[in-house]
């Protein structure tokens, strides 16, 4: 069980912990996630068959005793997809795209075969 928390630690690490700004016409490379590290409140975009693996693992990881994710919330289609219907069964809060989030509310955003390009104000949103 462990393995599966490790996984998606080094995922997350990989994918989002560094971010290029352009800051007074340089290029800057800063750190986003802040120092304390998990347990991560995280937003899902997904919607076929080949999203489900990844939303199923950070599904369980949210009850396991290494406690990698704090929260869970799933954004997909409209429509009748397998994300949504993962999301309906295990009682996972369900948004319909576009989301309409909150800066601050999730520290991480996981973009999984989703299928609709997100724009740049919705993932400056995320840390």
Do not use: Y
Request: net charge positive.
């Amino acid at each position: 069980m462990w393995t599966k928390s490790l996984r998606i630690i080094n995922l997350l690490h990989r994918c989002s912990v560094f971010r290029r700004t352009a800051v007074g016409g340089q290029t800057q490379i800063r750190r986003l996630l802040s120092s304390s590290g998990p347990p991560w409140r995280i937003l899902f975009f997904g919607s076929d068959q080949f999203a489900m693996e990844s939303l199923k693992l950070l599904s369980d990881s949210r009850s396991s005793s290494g406690q990698v994710v704090a929260s869970l919330e799933v954004v997909t289609l409209s429509g009748d997809v397998p994300v949504k219907k993962f999301a309906q069964q295990n009682h996972l809060p369900l948004h319909s795209w576009p989301p309409d989030t909150a800066d601050g509310q999730f520290d991480v955003g996981v973009v999984v075969s989703f299928g609709c390009l997100l724009h740049e104000s919705l993932i400056n949103k995320f840390p």
